[in-house]
């Protein structure tokens, strides 16, 4: 993924301050994950594919990183079709499955409910680099820095771990365990792995003090982490989607919030 | 710009929360502003403790136990984070940030520099450390000297009056060994201050300390010599070298040449492309013969591909192009291809000692370490308990038995992992980078055993950069070409 990379990324979108695409993704999922509608998902997913082309992504990189969504969201849908609280007509009845005219509305709600959550997250997320991420988390959400800098550092060594997996795999080949056991294996490289974590990690923490990280004193960020026009204008997009896509479920009369009566 | 800081050492020693010895006591010394010290001593004498105690990094008192006091311009070095800066060996584990620019100003931003210095500080320390890459190049893509010469850049942007190096070349090649060295000293002419530096390698350094001090462990406790690098060199250069400091004109014992001529061949390969991740080969076009009673030697520069051809041998990854096939004579009815092979067939035939000994251990003790290999094989108890307990005696380990493989010292982590695979006595043994960062002593003691190897009609493989392991094994050299 793109928290792995961290390429350089250039354009409008990129260089939006990460916080603000946070804001704005969590803005368009929360009332979506709070209504179990088609309407309002459906609102929701036109807006945002009306905006995707103005995302700054070719075609090819998109395809590319949302198709775990086109993957995993039919499938929602079809589980749901079929094992969903039925309602209305049942067409198709066998064992636990029953296909009935609630279940399939159900489930189409739920495909769209799936890509309207997630392709803006995972549009808006391609660019963000963690460096820029960590910074604004800490000047503008003002999370404290020991966290956040931490966090960042010990993501760097996630491409270290899975260096240590491969090898730690090959060399069980070479101790003449590899051929059964499979599951036992598993777990002692996972223990194994653990132990190197552990001592990459306080090796790491103790490179991070040499450099004076914990010392009293105010820090100070070398990168400036600013929030404004550009930033408000992603979240109003937002908030705008969000709030266009609960009036249009409510005047159409499918509006149905998970917390309230049913 | 700071001034180079005075260093006073009273009475100190550190003893660590899960120990019940003292890892260095008793320590006494003064280190004048801009005096360049070399420190010495035998493994275990406590160097790097000392030098993370200079640099205020040990802990509290939930860490271990301290008595004593260090002192940097009077006041207590725990208390001056910044004051004194710290390059560590390992070039992967101190790397901080994705990119170079924002790693160099991690620490002028946790020292509280304002914005508008911290940048130029950050180009005024690549400068000084000849680290000509752009700021946003990802610090993953640096090689290991550049990523070393990256952590020096750290620590000089923060203007430290202290610089402290421990090991900083000991998991370098060579040329990543020149360059570190010739950074630290263009550093110094850019920013003049008080330098203490761990290493083995003495000569790497020689010119340009002007003080050496040798600690003396666990029998006598604090400083044992102290002066000149002549002064010290010469009356102390013996014994030193017998603990393992690689000290100039005192080289380590070497075994004797071959006995024989080499026998038959093993493995073979022609036009073998190697690859870890498919689709990306790192070397192509290789034609090998790996024969008995012979040591092959992998050389060439970092990336060239060396250790994903050592595996690719070892038949642990499969080959990009072509195949490594094994004569009839190793592969006793196991098939031509050592990739094909099960995890037991591999025992016997083909052994493999990986660079990072960690990644091999499997046992809670050092003795179950040693028997995995019989008991995968399904040998009887007792013949286990008779290759393990001769082993153990030839690699020095005896007393070691009950001890946690994770516990052991680097040279005995590597004697561990070496002897592991010779419990089940394969035909060909294959060892990346056996002789990494090891003290004179233990390299020794490996190129000796890997001699009595190759004379005892075994096919030794070594992927390494150490040039007088070559020679001393008088080893057939493979030197693989490849662009950084």
């Known amino acids: ?262 | 710009m700071t001034h180079p800081a005075r260093v006073e050492v009273r009475g100190w020693g550190w003893r660590h929360a899960s120990r019940n010895a003292w890892a260095v006591r008793g320590v006494d010394l003064t280190i004048a502003p801009g005096e360049r010290v070399l420190l010495l001593g035998a493994s275990g004498a406590g160097k790097s403790t000392l030098l993370h105690g200079l640099a205020g990094v040990l802990g509290g008192a939930d860490e271990g136990e301290v008595e004593g006091e260090i002192l940097l311009d009077g006041a207590r070095a725990a208390d001056q984070r910044g004051r004194a800066g710290l390059v560590l060996q390992d070039p992967d584990s101190q790397v901080i940030l994705a990119r170079v620019g924002d790693d160099v100003a991690f620490g002028c931003e946790n020292l509280g520099v304002p914005r508008d210095q911290i940048w130029p500080r950050v180009e005024m320390a690549l400068g000084a450390v000849g680290l000509d890459v752009p700021r946003d190049r990802p610090t993953k893509a640096l090689s290991g000297g550049q990523k070393q010469r990256l952590a020096l850049a750290g620590v000089v942007a923060m203007q430290p009056g202290l610089v402290l190096l421990d090991e900083p070349t000991a998991n370098l090649d060579p040329g990543g060994v020149e360059e570190v060295r010739d950074a630290v000293a263009a550093m110094l002419q850019a920013h003049p201050a008080t330098l203490v530096v761990i290493e083995h390698r003495v000569d790497v350094w020689l010119p340009l300390v002007d003080r050496v001090i040798v600690l003396g462990g666990h029998d006598a406790a604090g400083v044992v010599a102290d002066g000149t690098p002549a002064e010290v060199l010469g009356s102390l250069g013996d014994s030193l070298a017998q603990a393992g400091v690689w000290v100039p004109g005192h080289p380590p014992v070497e075994p004797a040449p071959p006995v024989a001529e080499s026998g038959q061949t093993l493995l073979t390969t022609r036009g073998l492309a190697v690859q870890r991740v498919a689709g990306h080969p790192v070397a192509t076009g290789l034609d090998l013969d790996v024969r008995a009673g012979e040591v092959l030697a992998v050389t060439g520069p970092n990336g060239a591909g060396k250790s994903t051809l050592g595996l690719t041998l070892a038949g642990l990854l499969p080959p990009a192009a072509e195949e490594v096939v094994a004569e009839e004579v190793l592969a006793d009815g196991a098939g031509p291809h050592p990739i094909r092979w099960s995890s037991r067939d591999l025992l016997t035939r083909i052994g493999t000692v990986f660079q990072d000994p960690e990644h091999q251990f499997l046992a809670r003790t050092v003795r179950d370490e040693l028997e995995i290999g019989p008991k995968a094989l399904g040998l009887a108890e007792e013949e286990t308990r008779s290759i393990v307990d001769d082993l153990l005696e030839r690699m020095r380990l005896t007393r070691l038995a009950a001890a946690n493989p994770y516990t052991l010292s680097g040279g005995e982590k590597r004697r561990l992992t070496v002897a592991s695979m010779l419990a089940t006595a394969p035909r060909v043994l294959i060892l990346d980078e056996p002789t990494f960062g090891q003290d004179a002593v233990t390299w020794s003691r490996l190129i000796g055993l890997l001699a009595d190897l190759r004379d005892a009609g075994s096919a030794v493989v070594i992927v390494t950069h150490d040039l007088d392991a070559v020679r001393a094994l008088h080893a057939r050299e493979v030197r693989l070409g490849g662009d950084r």
């Open chain 1, 1 to 262: 993924m793109t928290l792995l990379d961290g390429q350089a990324r250039t354009g409008t979108v990129a260089r939006i301050n990460p916080v603000a695409k946070l804001a704005a993704s969590g803005l368009v999922a929360i009332p979506l994950v709070f209504t179990l509608d088609w309407v309002s998902a459906a609102v929701a997913l036109v807006l945002e594919c009306l905006l995707i082309p103005f995302a700054g992504l070719r075609w090819g990189e998109f395809w590319r990183r949302t198709w775990p969504v086109w993957l995993a969201a039919p499938l929602t849908a079809v589980t749901i079709a079929l094992y969903g609280e039925a309602g209305g007509r049942v067409y198709v009845e066998w064992l636990l499955i029953r296909v009935s005219d609630g279940s399939l509305e159900l489930a189409a709600a739920t495909l769209l409910r799936v890509l309207a959550v997630a392709l803006p997250s995972v549009v808006l997320f391609i660019t963000v680099d963690p460096t820029d991420l960590a910074d604004g988390l800490a000047q503008i959400v003002r999370l404290p820095a020991r966290f956040v800098l931490g966090a960042l550092a010990g993501l760097r060594m996630i491409g270290l771990f899975v260096d240590d997996w491969r090898s730690l795999e090959l060399a069980r080949r070479a101790r003449g365990v590899a051929d059964r056991g499979r599951l036992r294996r598993f777990a002692g490289m996972a223990f194994a792995l653990l132990v190197l974590s552990i001592r990459r990690g306080s090796k790491l923490a103790t490179a991070m003090e040499a450099r004076g990280f914990g010392a009293p004193g105010r820090r100070t960020w070398a990168r400036a982490s600013t929030f404004g026009a550009r930033e408000w204008v992603l979240v109003g997009i937002g908030a705008g989607i969000a709030g266009v896509a609960i009036v249009a479920a409510v005047l159409a009369g499918t509006w149905n919030f998970i917390l309230g009566p049913s």
